[in-house]
């Protein structure tokens, strides 16, 4: 699969509250992962770590129905991202879900296609650049927070018109008695089908003058992440998600881009730069961010930048700092100290 420049999923904040509600933790997800903890809850993630997370999640609840149900309903509008906060304060249910399907642009792996007909509306969830499938928990969850998405906008207790999923979802009662309708599994894809007469209707939640502060901004955000990045910046960013599994290779980089090690030494060059540059780079802003974080230890900090010994960390972080890690990291502590007291 090659990498995407949208491929730098943030997991919202309230995906983790949402989990503390419900009893699991964030290290449990973790270890069920097989992932660090500051990776997936700070840092963005990649789409195998994505799916990886949601899956850890669905063997940790149990039952992927329940999981589904519990996880959508206990969500709190307060933790909402901007980007759905801007679909939950639309003008009407119709114009939420176009909202929702274009900011989930900003959200990969996920993308839902809308096709509108006389009696009803076909939601389609779709993936891209990746050619497999998420989890099943996290199709579920997708398609019930659309209609859960209407319920609170419109205050009414819409009922889909027919769902249906391509893999099996647990106990399919427990999703029935969700959706107040029959549920096909085995189907082509993955759609909630809607009444027409539900997507008319206006939101109770709309808000003017909020949409008009997010709107703008979003729209931005959006543009901005669908330019073209520079060859240098994909391979940095291969190379910051990739630093714990060991020192990078030219060749693992040039497979995940889908260009020979040739073109991509020829294209860095080019840029004015070099594959052992961008490695120094990665490791070097990598360090910085983790050593920031006090909770981490300087030990776990060389091993999440692909150092085996805390020595040859030490050494590579002279070099770049002209300090130690222990000594930079007591400076940037005093300065921030000193800003929040002035």
Same mark, same amino acid.
């Given at each position: ?199 008319? @209707? #206006?939101? *109770? ?5 909020? !949409? ?5 901004? %979003?729209? =931005?955000? $959006?543009? /901005? ?21 060991? @020192? #990078?290779? *030219? ?5 995940? !881009? ?5 073109? %991509?030494? =020829?294209? $860095?060059? /080019? ?22 974080? #006090? ?48």
């Amino acid at each position: 699969m090659k990498p995407h420049p949208n491929e730098r999923i943030k997991i919202a904040p309230g995906f983790w509250a949402g989990l503390e509600q419900l009893g699991i933790d964030a290290h449990d997800v973790a270890r069920q992962a097989q992932l660090p903890l500051k990776k997936i809850t700070n840092i963005t993630v990649n789409t195998d770590e994505y799916f990886a997370i949601w899956q850890a999640y669905s063997d940790l609840i149990g039952d992927t129905a329940e999981g589904i149900i519990k996880l959508a309903t206990v969500f709190e509008t307060a933790h909402y991202p901007p980007s759905v906060l801007a679909t939950y304060h639309a003008r009407d249910y119709r114009d939420a879900l176009h909202r929702m399907a274009r900011y989930k642009q900003m959200c990969p792996p996920e993308s839902l296609r809308i096709t509108e007909e006389k009696e009803h509306c076909t939601i389609e969830l779709e993936w891209k650049n990746t050619s497999q499938s998420g989890p099943p928990v996290l199709v579920g969850i997708t398609l019930v927070f659309l209609l859960e998405l209407g319920r609170r906008g419109t205050g009414q207790p819409l009922n889909a018109k027919q769902v249906e999923f391509s893999h099996a979802m647990g106990d399919l009662k427990t999703l029935e008695e969700y959706f107040g309708c029959n549920i096909r599994i085995g189907a082509p894809s993955n759609r909630l089908i809607l009444h027409q007469r539900d997507v008319d @209707r #206006p939101f *109770i939640t709309y808000n003017e003058e909020l !949409l008009e502060i997010l709107t703008p901004v %979003l729209d =931005r955000s $959006l543009d /901005e992440q669908q330019r073209s990045p520079s060859m240098t910046d994909a391979v940095v960013w291969i190379l910051k998600r990739s630093l714990t599994r060991g @020192r #990078p290779d *030219i060749h693992i980089v040039a497979k995940e !881009l889908g260009v020979s090690h040739r073109t %991509l030494q =020829r294209r $860095l060059t /080019e840029e004015n730069t070099s594959f052992k540059q961008l490695l120094t780079l990665a490791r070097h802003e990598q360090a910085r961010e983790y050593l920031s974080d #006090p909770s981490l230890d300087i030990k776990e900090v060389a091993f999440l930048v692909g150092y085996e010994d805390q020595n040859s960390f030490y050494r590579a972080f002279r070099g770049w700092e002209g300090e130690t890690p222990s000594n930079w990291r007591l400076k940037q502590e005093v300065w921030h100290s000193r800003l929040v007291t002035n």
